[in-house]
DNA sequence: AATGAATGAGCTTTCATTCAT
DNA sequence: GATGAATGAAAGCTCATTCAT
């Protein structure tokens, strides 16, 4: 038993140094510059050793989106606390940008790189982002059922609540807000404010 | 004057032939597989000729972003024509979206990936997004001073409006949707939905 | 003695699973695909496991191909019983012919792979080949005993008849019959008429 | 005119060049050992150039295949000069046979090694093949209206004259002969024999 | 203006093998 | 006896870019 365990988390911990290297390489060097070699220099393994743990690098790439995700949901989990729902949700809301504009290399793998969603089958939905969506979706759902936004299909509303946040913080994030004259600090200004304006609009 | 003109001509024509080439790469075979060389080979040049136009593969890029703008610009010259503000927006929205889920790599190109904005400097802004953010944020304009919409800051409602259409259409391309256990044909519906969700919002 | 007996048995079953592994391996992905890694995982044992059992790779191969030669080895003796003797070798090359056609892997492992062959000291002999070779030669030493070939030596009577076997089959499953314009029907019922006038040709 | 003829000349002359040290790399380290870096680094240039002289490694290889064919069709023209037909066959049986003993590793690529023959599409024939094939065919062909042959049939009698010589032949390179219990003398002395036993036999 | 020729740098991946446990 | 972990070495290949002509 014992030694069992021990063996799985000694796996574990691999698969954690890979993931952070990664982690680190992204947030050091860009997505495009990481590459297998990269991470295992960095971590200080042979690249045949990341294949011991991981198949390809996709499979790779999706495991440190989860460990992306894992790092979203404990900042959700610790700022979105309010009891009432509609608070919540503006936390949820506030939480969501805040962590993709401070993490945008993250954020990149997390929503906007291909790579990582290869893994994912035909018809098989993608697991990585469940439990962030279901904190969102939970919140919106129990809004509606209390009639505090003016959304009555929970689909609709957690798909147009994340778009609006997703399109503001990816926008950002890929320099399309270069369209408009604006320093720096107006666009986290913008932004801010359109998310607010958002959620003053839904509120019932 | 006349010689000077004719090189001129004949430079932009040879840039439009370039640029074609990428995009018929593009849609054929994807960004991915879009490289210089396939770009001449599909043109008939060397690649060589292809750096006597553009400094380098960014810059060629920017100009390919520049004319799938140029193409937007013209749906929304064809399909938003309605002199009612308000109706003009909903048909602005909506031939976004089409435009985005119908021509999904030049979307990439257009506003998701990194590559093309590279070649922006410092302090500059983003001059190929211009038309089609200004017909966006003219129409806008109008709807505020007919009080058509609950916004009042033209910038604001501008990158709103455009954020939930982006959010909706990049979280589609990027195969982010799969959080949703939803078939294909839902998901387009669901998007729809939310835009007109949005606008409903937004009216006065 | 009991004791060594069964280690010496055990030690026999292992190595019989690893061989099986790798004859499995060969016919269902091809000599190319076929590693230590993949005939380890297919036996469900660990690729250092199999380096109890084998040196190398080579030694490994060498072994699989003594397996595949006792299987000709059967073959001719359950195919090649007449009597008399020039029909038994009539008998031995069909069976050979029809072997090598139907176990194109093993017969590339057999007859053409050269890493089999690299245990083999200098000055050695290939014992693997040994007793499939003293069928053939014993019932040439036959054949010519009673001047029912057109050979008066053993040895190069049985090299001939070996090398013309071995150079249709050969040359069939390594592509060469490509240069003659045929359907692959054709080629086979070549290689069998060739076979059938050779014996014709030999036979006094 | 004379540009491009010189543009081709260069080509062709790199080409050359390439296969030239293929068949060096060849010869002196193997098949095994001969990777496109290998060859690159004995000419002196980068593996990136040699992809612009050949798609991939397998269309390499069928030239350097086709060098070889042409090398072995000179030895041909050389050496099997004889008016008379069968007399003809003995040369170019004795060719075939020294040829293959002293180029084994080009005889290796030309007769054995099934990566040349991968450029060959579905129901296309072997070309390279071809002249050498042609040569032979083409004695048989008036052996056997002199009637000095045992054979009628031109494609039998070819495929097996040259089944005979391949066999004697590959068996040696891929070290079979071992079974039987010869010197490396022995062993060439009773290929010869065993070939001009064959004729013998074939004689009319 | 156009290009043929060339390359440095890089990529993902696979393999036979070793060794401490 | 068995293996998990690790790796050095290498493979084929692609790309953006440069430069002499």
Redesign the interface.
Known sequence: MGINERKVRERNEMRQRIIQGAIHMFMTEGYEKTSIRNIAEKIEYSPATIYLYYKDKDELLYDVQKEAFQGLLVEFQARATATDPFERLTQICQTYVRFGLTNQEMYNLM????AP?NV?EEQ???KN??DC?AFLTTCIHECIQLKQI??D?V??AA??V???????V??DI???M????MEEEGVVH??T??VN??LK??KN
Chains 1, 2, 3, 4 share one sequence.
């Open positions: 929503f906007i790189l291909k969603m994912i098989e939905y993608w982002g469940d969506f003016r959304y299909n689909m609709i798909l147009s994340w778009s609006m946040a997703h399109g503001l990816s926008l890929c320099c399309r270069k369209v408009m004259e913008a932004i404010a359109s304006e958002y609009l839904i």
